[in-house]
């Protein structure tokens, strides 16, 4: 069996990501506007929390009253390409040593630099065979893309039924793949972990942790 993790909210959570990256912006920010750095990240926070992250940084500026295209830029650039400050989780970790003698990818979709960023800081490397930016191939083989999956499967020379997915978002890291024979398990973690959409979309099984995996089954 050949397994593959997503890697957001599925390996380790994605809003700690979040706010390493906002602390990097607020000491950004504070260094050279002399504001207090706690009240820029907290205010960061909030902005996300009501509009999400597409345009956090743009709030904050017109805010404060130091707007700029070019400002915004830099905000963007610390932000994704700061040394996070993250780590697997407890049960994640565990499974991934677990599966020591078993051939693992992480396929992840958004921005190829700064996921193989996380990767590092997570210490992936020494768990994973190959970690994959869908993008490397092109935003059209993001998810719900079977794309990559199929290139997985080629390059092991096994069968989708051989593949075993596991991912956080039903709305679309089961889709693409379940009905080409690929077995996906949903972790109900992050965002999404009390999302339940049709069985189109849902993966085969639920899991709440990877404490709960039985390999012999999968297999």
Known sequence: MIFVFDLDDTLYEELSFIK??????ANYLSSKYRLPQDRVFHRLLEIF??????NTFDVLLSEL??????????CIKIYRYHPPNIKLYEDSEYFLKK???????????????????????LGLNKYVKKII???????????????????????????????VY?????????????KHGF?????LKG????????????AHLKIESFFDVDIKQIN
């Open 183 to 187: 077995k996906t398990i949903r972790v």
């Open 20 to 25: 390493s990256g906002f602390k990097s912006v």
């Open 133 to 163: 930016p869908t993008r490397i191939y092109g935003i059209k083989y993001e998810k719900p893309s079977p794309f990559v999956f199929f290139k997985i499967a080629e390059w092991e020379k096994v069968t989708p039924a051989n593949v």
């Open 49 to 54: 929390e009501q509009y999400g992250r597409g």
């Open 191 to 202: 965002q999404y972990k009390n999302v339940y959409l049709t069985p189109e979309y849902e």
């Open 99 to 121: 599966l020591s003698n078993e051939k693992i990818y992480v396929v992840t979709d958004g921005n190829k630099y700064v996921q193989l960023n996380k990767a590092k800081y």
């Open 65 to 74: 009253g130091y707007y700029s295209k070019k400002e915004v830029l830099k």
């Open 166 to 178: 596991f991912g956080d978002n039903p709305y679309k890291d089961f889709v693409g793949i379940k």
